[in-house]
């Protein structure tokens, strides 16, 4: 069954074109789009048995990218080209290549080079308004139909995620280039939790604490196995499940699946898994309140962030609000796309962990897993 649910799920995120996305320690090592190169496992072995593995990078670096016909899209079309513009300059202004750019597309193009282009889909700004992006581009072994293609849907809302508009827009636009989120690394999170790796950092025995139950929908969640599976056994089973198992959050649209670990999907090759590994400067990790309940009335911003932590450090403290992209954000991008245009690999040679973790992925195993 559960493999089963696993094979829906990753047909859901193929076809959907969004998946949660984005750590400088294991993200996958993008080729230049020929079409004929798949991830090279310097950084990430391939599982050839996974569906979704053909993931490579963006010609030139350059994201071409289209607004959504629907009427909300085209409405709010002006504000979200803006934050698009403002957060790619975040990116540079901490130390990206300025050739990493994004170039809207006209409408034609939109239609005719649907496969090859972005569709910006605005998700609106009410409380059930959210975030989601295709990570990478996808290769040439995901089949598409004419109308199909890497989405990326965006709300402005400002008392989610980040609790900042720009720096929401950075963290997908970090998604589109091609991170995964630094909080989903398996060698972050221990036993309890499927598809762990041994981490001393999160799950229900680590102290860095997984509140599943704080997750705004998580009671909605419960309510539906209610529903489905009446008040026996089986309801505890599933309920469970859906808080320790990606596959099965992912099937029931649970916002678990945005912090749980992706198993068959991808492996890591941090050098370790404790807190000193994790960057936890990312603009690819989720503050402690990220998707999280409120603790009392009133709105949630910067200076009120009263949301429940899911996640916490393990010193108890909270994960902070990086409004920025880290050094380590920068240096995975630049390294991820150092075959593409002539990227120098400078970064590399001056910070040090990401170093460490480059030597050890040349020193890990062959084969492997996927990567979505």
Request: aromatic residues 10%.
């Given at each position: 069954m559960t493999s089963f649910t696993l094979f829906l799920s990753l047909v859901?995120?193929?076809?959907?074109?969004?998946?949660?996305?984005?750590?400088?320690?294991?993200?996958?090592?993008?080729?230049?789009?020929?079409?004929d190169q798949k991830l090279d496992p310097r950084y990430y072995y391939?599982?050839?048995?996974?569906?979704?593995?053909?993931?490579i990078a963006w010609d030139k670096r350059v994201i071409r990218y289209c607004f959504s016909s629907d009427d909300a899209t085209q409405a709010a079309k002006s504000r979200l080209k803006k934050y698009l513009k403002d957060a790619r300059?975040?990116?540079?202004?901490?130390?990206?290549?300025?050739?990493?750019?994004?170039?809207?597309?006209?409408?034609?193009?939109?239609?005719?080079?649907?496969?090859?282009i972005l569709l910006v889909v605005y998700s609106g700004d009410s409380e059930?308004?959210?975030?989601?992006?295709?990570?990478?581009?996808?290769?040439?072994g995901v089949?598409?139909?004419?109308?199909?293609?890497?989405?990326?849907?965006?709300?402005?809302r400002s008392n989610m995620g980040l609790l900042d508009v720009v720096a929401n827009f950075a963290h997908e636009l970090g998604h589109a280039w091609g991170l995964y989120h630094e909080h989903q690394n398996p060698k972050f999170w221990g036993e309890g939790v499927a598809g762990s790796d041994g981490g001393e950092v999160w799950g229900p025995n680590n102290p860095g604490g997984w509140?599943?139950?704080?997750l705004k929908d998580y009671a909605r969640q419960v309510t539906g196995l209610v529903v489905q599976t009446g008040n026996g056994g089986m309801r505890q089973i599933n309920q469970?499940?859906?808080?320790?198992?990606?596959?099965?959050?992912?099937?029931?649209?649970?916002?678990a699946a945005d912090y749980l670990p992706m198993p068959n999907v991808g492996t890591a090759h941090s050098a370790g898994h404790g807190t000193n590994n994790v960057d936890w400067r990312s603009i690819m990790i989720y503050p402690s309140g990220a998707g999280a309940i409120a603790t009392e009335s009133g709105p949630i911003t910067a200076d009120n962030d009263h949301r429940e932590r899911?996640?916490?450090?393990?010193?108890?403290?909270?994960?902070?609000?990086?409004?920025?992209?880290?050094?380590?954000?920068?240096?995975?991008?630049?390294?991820?796309?150092?075959?593409?245009?002539?990227?120098k690999l400078d970064l590399l040679n001056t910070i040090s962990n990401f170093k460490k973790v480059y030597k050890s992925s040349n020193s890990g195993p062959s084969g492997g897993s996927g990567c979505l």
């Open positions: 859901w995120l193929l076809f959907s074109g969004q998946v949660w996305a984005g750590s400088a320690i294991w993200q996958p090592a993008l080729k230049p789009r020929d079409h391939v599982n050839k048995d996974t569906m979704a593995t053909d993931r300059k975040l990116w540079i202004s901490k130390g990206l290549n300025s050739n990493f750019r994004i170039e809207e597309v006209n409408d034609k193009v939109c239609v005719d080079e649907r496969n090859d059930s308004s959210g975030m989601a992006t295709y990570v990478g581009f996808p290769g040439k089949v598409m139909l004419a109308n199909q293609g890497p989405t990326m849907t965006l709300t402005d509140n599943c139950h704080y469970q499940s859906l808080c320790t198992n990606w596959a099965m959050a992912a099937a029931n649209r649970f916002s899911i996640l916490q450090k393990p010193d108890g403290s909270r994960i902070p609000i990086n409004l920025f992209p880290s050094d380590l954000d920068i240096a995975a991008l630049e390294a991820m796309y150092a075959s593409v245009g002539g990227t």
